[in-house]
């Protein structure tokens, strides 16, 4: 088993909902280039694309805001306070949908997935890949 580790620097984000413009359906520019740098990321480590099952970790780290008292920021970073927003659901969507082609062949070769949202000093996006 072969296990690939890919950090996304920076505050995560969601899959965004389609718009629709003229009787056509389209992906905000948002999502689309944020699943380029996850497919961007995980290039740098997989030279080729896997055909075998995956299995896929998700961590998304939000920065907790520097509006919020000092002691809820330290509740924050010990796990006390957890992200309500966005929906676990889009982050996964938005990473499998990055990695779709560049780390496996197709999101059909999922067979597991884990994801957790937490707060912490350095926004990021931690994905941990088995195959």
């Known amino acids: 088993m072969r296990k690939v580790c890919i950090t996304i620097p920076g505050q ?4 965004g909902r389609p718009r629709f413009a003229r009787g ?12 380029q740098r996850v497919g961007q ?3 740098q480590k ?6 075998r ?14 509006s919020w008292p000092k002691a809820r920021r330290e509740a924050a970073r010990a796990g006390d306070v957890l992200p309500k927003k966005p929906d ?13 082609g560049a780390a496996f062949v197709d999101d059909s070769q999922v067979h597991m997935v884990s994801a957790e949202k937490a707060y ?9 890949l088995n195959f």
């Open 12 to 15: 995560p984000k969601a899959k």
């Open 120 to 128: 912490g000093d350095e926004p990021r996006v931690e994905i941990e």
């Open 41 to 43: 990321a995980a290039r």
């Open 53 to 66: 099952d995956v299995q896929v970790d998700i961590l998304a780290v939000y920065a907790i805001p520097k």
């Open 88 to 100: 676990i659901d889009n982050v996964i969507k938005i990473v499998l949908d990055g990695l779709n």
């Open 24 to 35: 056509r359906a389209y992906t905000p520019r948002s999502t689309l280039d944020y699943e």
């Open 46 to 51: 997989i030279k080729d694309p896997t055909g």
